[in-house]
Nanobody
Framework: QLQLVESGGGLVQPGGSLRLSCAAS????????IGWFRQAPGKESEGVAC????????YYADSVKGRFPISRDNAENTVYLQLNAMKPEDTAVYYC????????????????????WGQGTLVTVSS
């Protein structure tokens, strides 16, 4: 009923860039707060970037501030995460999630569970 599909992952060299897409179906994305999360092999899940439905305000993890801008395209019912200046430690499966009510800071710090998750897309940063 609420479906999110990620795309855009792949292999990139350190310092390179990728753009991840999170496309929604079954609901209107612009009514939801949207977040990107990642999980590296053997590590805990981490909130990366989140964007508010109310005013498009954003929240970023310290590790990606200035490198990974998040944005919306409501006409395409899609949220993007631009990955720039990538580092090997950015290697992870990246997931997007949607939530109707939770404040984006609480969402990105995983104090509340989102309403829906995507399947994930693998990003590998290697020389």
């Amino acid at each position: 009923q609420l479906q999110l599909v990620e795309s855009g992952g792949g292999l990139v060299q350190p310092g390179g860039s990728l753009r991840l897409s999170c496309a929604a179906s079954g609901f209107t994305l612009d009514a939801y707060n949207i977040g990107w999360f990642r999980q590296a092999p053997g590590k805990e899940s981490e909130g990366v970037a989140c964007i508010s439905a109310v005013d498009d305000s954003t929240y970023y993890a310290d590790s990606v501030k200035g490198r990974f801008p998040i944005s919306r395209d409501n006409a395409e019912n899609t949220v993007y995460l631009q990955l720039n200046a990538m580092k090997p430690e950015d290697t992870a499966v990246y997931y997007c999630a949607a939530d109707l009510w939770t404040h984006i800071q609480d969402m990105c710090t995983q104090r509340n569970a989102p309403d829906a998750w995507g399947q994930g897309t693998l990003v590998t940063v290697s020389s």
